[in-house]
């Protein structure tokens, strides 16, 4: 099963990067990303002497490490699922030796190995332009990393159950604006979350959404304790545990009730 979901991930891979233009289209876009944020907050820097209790170096670090790592809990495979119902690929899909979940999940790894790449290339790139902040030590590194890959089966399970409810509509447009925008929000994407109010920071402790990239960030940055880390590590197996079991439930009563367009 390992063998066929590695296989799956490299054609979901290759797919992306048959046209060589799709690099460096969304490794611009990504650099252009990075200028806005960086530009938005020296202008705040500058004028207010303030960067949300950040240096400059740092809000310059946070922001270039956000759009790098962005792309992992953004991307996902919710449209190509709900396209599959559309035009009736989900029959062969659901006879395959290989589970659904299984098969998607294998897909999903292709398409973040192309962001990890183009995310590698912005950061390369951006680190030319500004000074960054690197780790104090290679154990804040290891980590950074290892918490941003716990994020993996939570922002997968999350994608299959917006997916799912292409089942029930012919389109998930709304849904899927409404992930991205709940995954922005709680996760340190459009603002750090110290930044947001008591409240919020204490909602966003509990829910999975501050690890995919505020919380990774801030162990880069020696922002966050090691006992801390430990909580993190637990509540995001804890929370791949739960959206597995909701994933599992919602697709095996969606697929009870299956209509298909053209299959």
Request: charged residues 10%; glycine residues 6%.
């Given at each position: 099963m390992i063998k066929t979901m590695i296989a799956l991930a490299k054609m979901q891979f290759k797919?992306?990067?048959?046209?060589?233009?799709?690099?460096?289209?969304?490794?611009?876009?990504?650099?252009?990303e990075v200028i806005v944020y960086i530009f938005v907050w020296q202008a705040i820097?500058?004028?207010?002497?303030?960067?949300?209790g950040f240096t400059i170096a740092e809000m310059t670090t946070y922001y270039i490490l956000v759009i790098t790592f962005s792309s992992f809990a953004l991307w996902g495979i919710n449209e190509d699922i709900a396209h599959s119902i559309r035009n009736g690929q989900i029959n062969r899909e659901l006879l395959n030796p290989i589970s659904y979940f299984k098969y998607y999940f294998g897909v999903n790894l292709g398409e973040l190995t192309f962001a990890a790449v183009i995310g590698l290339a912005t950061f390369i790139i951006c680190s030319?332009?500004?000074?960054?902040?690197?780790?104090?030590?290679l154990i804040n590194f290891i980590l950074c990393i290892f918490i941003m890959l716990l994020g993996v089966p939570i922002t997968f399970f999350i994608q299959m159950i917006?997916?799912?409810?292409?089942?029930?509509?012919?389109?998930?447009?709304?849904?899927?604006?409404?992930?991205?925008?709940?995954?922005?929000?709680f996760s340190g994407i459009i603002a750090p979350i110290t930044l947001f109010p008591l409240w919020f920071q204490e909602l966003s402790k509990w829910l999975p959404f501050k690890e995919l990239i505020y919380t990774p960030v801030?162990?880069?940055?020696?922002?966050?304790?090691?006992?801390?880390?430990?909580?993190?590590?637990i509540k995001q197996i804890v929370w791949g545990i739960i959206l597995?079991?909701?994933?599992?439930?919602?697709?095996?009563?969606?697929?009870?009730?299956?209509?298909i367009n053209g299959g």
């Open positions: 797919q992306y990067n048959i046209y060589k233009s799709n690099f460096y289209l969304f490794t611009l876009n990504r650099i252009v820097y500058y004028q207010t002497g303030d960067a949300g030319f332009f500004w000074q960054l902040v690197l780790p104090t030590n917006v997916g799912t409810v292409g089942f029930y509509t012919s389109s998930i447009w709304g849904m899927q604006i409404l992930r991205k925008a709940i995954i922005q929000i801030s162990i880069w940055l020696g922002n966050t304790q090691m006992n801390e880390i430990f909580f993190v590590i597995y079991f909701i994933a599992r439930i919602f697709f095996n009563h969606a697929v009870k009730n299956i209509t």
